[in-house]
């Protein structure tokens, strides 16, 4: 039986973003209504395009982030920074790791990755060179060890991801 575990942006951040996006809402209107016609058109142009985007990075984006846990391996989906099929015979190790404490996964180099409001998604070189993928809304994740990379993965719910994975590995 497969288990789904979701890794989405925090609830803060995304508030956050709305209550940006409401001020610059009310700055609009306020320029309308002032007589300052031509910076309410200059405030639409530039950050529409920019909320949208910003929608999209915070907001679409990590929803659709997930870690599935299966009788045959782990199916890791977080586009478009990392996806990746981890089979249970490639597992060489499984343990508890804190991103913000240990030094052994301090970011190097990153490639395909984005960080933002405790979101973290894509692929790095930490500190012994090796290649690492992360999906993770916290800085405690479960490590999984190939012969190839190390899988920082911490979905919301953690002890429920670490329980799965007990119960479905090898």
């Known amino acids: 039986m497969a288990t789904t575990f979701k890794v989405p942006m925090s609830k803060a ?3 956050l973003f709305l209550l940006a996006v409401a001020a610059v809402a009310a700055v609009v209107a306020w320029s309308f209504n002032s007589g ?7 405030l639409i142009a530039v950050t529409g ?7 999209y990075m915070l907001y679409i984006t990590p929803k659709r982030a997930s870690i599935t846990v299966a009788d045959e391996g782990i199916l890791l989906a ?5 996806s990746a099929v981890i089979p249970w015979a490639s597992v060489e190790k499984v343990f508890p790791a804190d991103l913000a404490k240990d030094e052994a996964f ?6 395909k990755y984005m960080t933002f ?3 973290k998604s894509g692929v790095v070189e930490v500190r012994d060179g090796r290649e690492a993928v992360v999906v993770a809304n916290r800085t405690d994740v ?6 190839e990379r190390f899988y920082l993965l911490g979905p919301s719910d953690l002890p ?3 329980e799965a994975v007990e119960k479905s590995a090898p």
């Open 13 to 15: 951040v995304l508030t």
């Open 36 to 42: 300052l016609t031509w910076t309410g058109i200059c």
């Open 49 to 55: 395009p920019l909320s949208l985007f910003y929608w």
């Open 78 to 82: 977080a586009p478009p920074f990392s």
């Open 106 to 111: 301090k970011i190097t180099k990153t490639r």
């Open 117 to 119: 409001g405790g979101y």
């Open 142 to 147: 479960l490590c999984i060890q190939t012969g």
């Open 160 to 162: 429920g991801f670490r």
